[in-house]
Every structure is written in C-alpha cells, then in structure tokens.
C-alpha cells in the first residue's frame, strides 16, 4: 500500500500487553532487590521487595509491616517466616478459621516453626 502511514495489526492489543509484560519484568527484577515467596509445595508464588509483595503477574498484591503480611485492602494475613506466609495457629485471633487441606496439616506438622500456609489468600492456589 503506498502512501499509507500506518500498518494494520489485528493483534495489537495482546502484543501492547506482552511488551508491557516483559518491560515490567525486566525493570522489577533490574531495579530491586526481591526475594522469593513460597507456598507450601515450595513453589516460588510470588515476590517480595522491600515491604511490598508481587504476584507472578507482578502485580501489587500486598505488603508488609514488619513481619506481618497484609493484603492490598488492609487485611491481616499472617505472618512471613522464612519465605513462607503463615499463620502459627489454624484460626485467626478473631476465631475465624483458616483453610486447612491435608497438604497444609502435613506441611505445619513438618514445620511447626512456620505455621499453616496462607500464601493462597494473596496467590490463589490452594494447595
């Protein structure tokens, strides 16, 4: 086509989006120093930079106060011990319980110094 000053791209929003992707990946892991956070299975679910937590998408999906982990709305987590976002007790101080599957009660038996997992309230995979 001559003299036409644009290509047409049926895929242009998807390219826009993995460009984007692969920008915010290459400068979060130039630009900060992060370290791994695990799920139970000791699968690396997400990030952890500074005080703030990231998803594999590296989205913000939460932050931290020392070691107490909250979500991005304010909600008490757990706590960050060793990599591992946990809870010492199977129901939080207001007694609500937390979702304990047969992986997790094996995992806490294993690791009574880390607690149950809650990594999925921030992550969504439940293990």
Same mark, same amino acid.
């Given at each position: 086509?001559?003299?036409?000053?644009?290509?047409?791209?049926?895929?242009?929003?998807?390219?826009?989006?993995?460009? !984007?992707?692969?920008?915010?990946?290459?400068?979060?892991?130039?630009?900060?120093?992060?370290?791994?956070?695990?799920?139970?299975?000791?699968?690396?679910?997400?990030?952890?930079?500074?005080?703030?937590?990231?998803?594999?998408?590296?989205?913000?999906?939460?932050?931290?106060?020392?070691?107490?982990?909250?979500?991005?709305?304010?909600?008490?987590?757990?706590?960050?011990?060793?990599?591992?976002?946990?809870?010492?007790?199977?129901?939080?101080?207001?007694?609500?319980?937390?979702?304990?599957?047969?992986?997790?009660?094996?995992?806490? !038996?294993?690791?009574?110094?880390?607690?149950?997992?809650?990594?999925?309230?921030?992550?969504?995979?439940?293990?």
């Amino acid at each position: 086509m001559e003299g036409c000053a644009s290509a047409i791209n049926l895929n242009k929003q998807i390219s826009r989006k993995r460009y !984007k992707k692969l920008i915010e990946a290459m400068n979060f892991t130039k630009n900060a120093k992060f370290s791994n956070v695990k799920n139970l299975q000791h699968k690396v679910v997400g990030w952890k930079s500074s005080n703030l937590l990231f998803n594999q998408d590296y989205e913000l999906v939460g932050y931290m106060d020392g070691t107490k982990v909250f979500n991005i709305v304010n909600e008490y987590i757990g706590e960050f011990i060793n990599g591992y976002i946990s809870l010492k007790d199977n129901r939080y101080e207001s007694g609500e319980p937390i979702l304990t599957t047969e992986a997790n009660i094996e995992f806490y !038996k294993q690791n009574p110094y880390i607690g149950f997992d809650v990594s999925f309230r921030l992550f969504g995979e439940i293990v």
